[in-house]
């Protein structure tokens, strides 16, 4: 930038887009859609702005020098010459000029009241100041007809300063849902397990904000091996209170296999694999809905603006009553919900889905007074698959049942719950209740206090499995099994009394955990383990035939 730009450039630009960096959330925006609307065209030069103003501003350099971007103090914008400044953040300070500001709406839609840092007041989310309105240079971009009516009622000065866009953001989404199932694989929820996503806007009546608990008694109402949580935090929440706060108070949830998503981009993959959403009054929780997704309202803010989209979802959707029994609710959510289920959601909403990334490249090019590429329309791209987020549980409480199961076999329900959330939990009549961890958990209490405990790396030989299993038994002595997976479906399991079971699972590989389970019920319940066949089932998920036969005896240890 600058007056002897040209003499270092190297690519010979046409025109200046600035794009105004002032938080996560509407730098994140920009970023997700502009390389598709630039794709090739080396006439725009592109620079980011970075404003340091907001009180959500931490992270947003972060993120340019992530994505590689070329970053300016916003106060160098006066000392140059534009053509272009798009933003989707409307509270934006433009100097003086007749440079047009393209803003793009960061959530869906104007449907919240925030704040206003220039007056003790709230004003509706993504409406520009009234100088730059005044000025007849700012453009905003609409998703809906209705907006433009809506915006009007608000601020007369909007009139004839709106552009119907759509939302690309919804489009990705969209696109993408035929692959929910390959999103749920990549975060880690395989063989039919379900997706619950909590979703939390930011302010004191968000999710967070009233229930910042709620992540992980989902985790502990929901079994292990038939769900997994994933949690989207609005950047604003990161940005305010930092990644350490945010991940000391969800520590137990995290124990528990939280999907703590990332701040910016993952969370639209974890949406798109969601089986249910648990949210508020945020964006994030109205693109579910929009999207077909059964949606629980934990919380819904009075700062949601009346007649919206979002307003709508909070007088159709149920609500999560968070001091109720989660597990039937989740269920229930699932099973009476239909994709049509909110229609009017993505009508009110998003006009005419499918057309945002066109429409906002012909807007862009014309305020650019540019001709567009003459490249067709830019495609509508499935998302990027996500990395899992999570880290791995390495304690349960399991909760086992006998019964008879249709082959004449006996039959061993299990279900799994992560230690770090469950509390104190008592033994039914009619079940057996154990403690089971891995052998890396590092709470020794819970390793010290185990049943069980089980190895997942699996042992390269039968000796080294039976030796790994002597030196736990004897440094836990509180414990009444060892497990430890050799090469295939096979585990060796050590018992306290001596006797060395080995577990065959004539499906695909399993967690140690469960033969372990299996196991340890059969010596509760006096059922043989000798050249017998049981089924496993675990949860409401699947079940596996387990065949289990003794070995000799573990060698006996002088050291014991």
């Not at 046409?14 to 080396?42: F, I, M, N, Y």
């Not at 390959?182 to 996503?197: E, I, K, M, P």
């Not at 909760?399 to 799994?416: C, D, I, L, N, Q």
């Amino acid at each position: 930038m600058g007056d002897d730009a040209h003499l270092w450039s190297t690519f010979r630009g046409e025109r200046t887009l600035v794009v105004a960096a002032r938080t996560v959330t509407s730098t994140a925006r920009v970023l997700e859609c502009l390389p598709a609307l630039l794709r090739g065209d080396s006439r725009v030069t592109v620079v980011f702005g970075y404003d340091p103003t907001s009180a959500f501003n931490d992270g947003v350099l972060d993120l340019l020098h992530d994505a590689g971007c070329r970053i300016m103090p916003w106060s160098q914008l006066g000392s140059i010459a534009p053509d272009l400044i798009l933003s989707a953040s409307e509270n934006i300070d433009v100097p003086e000029g007749d440079c047009p500001v393209l803003v793009l709406p960061h959530g869906v839609g104007f449907q919240k009241l925030v704040p206003d840092s220039r007056a003790p007041r709230s004003r509706l989310s993504g409406v520009v100041p009234d100088s730059v309105l005044e000025s007849g240079r700012a453009w905003l971009a609409i998703s809906h007809p209705d907006q433009e009516q809506q915006l009007l009622a608000t601020n007369p000065r909007t009139a004839n300063r709106t552009l119907l866009i759509g939302d690309p953001c919804f489009d990705e989404l969209t696109v993408s849902l035929p692959q929910a199932a390959a999103y749920r694989r990549a975060l880690g929820v395989t063989d039919g397990r379900r997706l619950v996503v909590v979703s939390s806007t930011w302010g004191p009546t968000s999710l967070l904000g009233r229930y910042p608990q709620l992540p992980a008694e989902l985790l502990a109402a929901l079994p292990y091996d038939e769900y997994r949580v994933a949690a989207v935090i609005h950047p604003n929440v990161w940005s305010a209170h930092g990644s350490w706060q945010i991940r000391t108070l969800q520590a137990a949830a995290l124990e528990a296999g939280l999907l703590l998503m990332p701040t910016v981009h993952a969370w639209r993959s974890a949406l798109v694999a969601a089986s249910v959403v648990v949210g508020d009054h945020g964006s994030v929780t109205l693109m579910g809905a929009a999207l077909g997704k059964p949606v629980l309202l934990a919380t819904f803010g009075s700062d949601a603006v009346p007649g919206t989209a979002g307003a709508h979802l909070g007088q159709t959707a149920p609500r999560l009553d968070p001091r109720g029994d989660l597990r039937r609710q989740v269920e229930a959510a699932v099973q009476g919900h239909t994709p049509e289920s909110y229609p009017a959601i993505s009508d009110l909403a998003f006009a005419e889905p499918g057309l945002a990334l066109a429409r906002l490249r012909a807007a862009l090019y014309r305020l650019l007074e540019l001709a567009e590429p003459a490249a067709g329309t830019p495609p509508v791209l499935s998302l990027p698959y996500p990395d899992p987020p999570a880290g791995t549980v390495t304690s349960w409480m399991v909760t086992t049942a006998v019964t008879a199961a249709a082959a004449g076999y006996s039959m061993v329900a299990v279900r799994r719950h992560p230690a770090a959330v469950c509390g104190d939990r008592q033994e039914a009549s009619d079940t057996f209740l154990h403690l089971a961890c891995d052998e890396e958990e590092r709470d020794h209490r819970l390793t010290e206090s185990a049943s069980v405990v089980v190895r997942r790396r699996p042992a390269g030989t039968a000796v080294s499995a039976l030796g790994w299993i002597r030196e736990t038994l004897h440094h836990l002595p509180g414990s009444l099994i060892a497990a430890v997976p050799l090469n295939g479906n096979s585990f060796l399991l050590g018992t306290r009394d001596g006797p060395i079971v080995e577990a065959t699972v004539t499906g695909p590989t399993i967690d140690p955990g469960l033969p372990a389970a299996l196991v340890y019920t059969c010596l509760r319940a006096g059922l043989p383990l000798d050249g017998v066949f049981m089924t496993l089932r675990i949860g409401d998920v699947w079940e596996e035939e387990v065949g289990l036969r003794l070995r000799p005896h573990l060698p006996s240890d002088s050291r014991q």
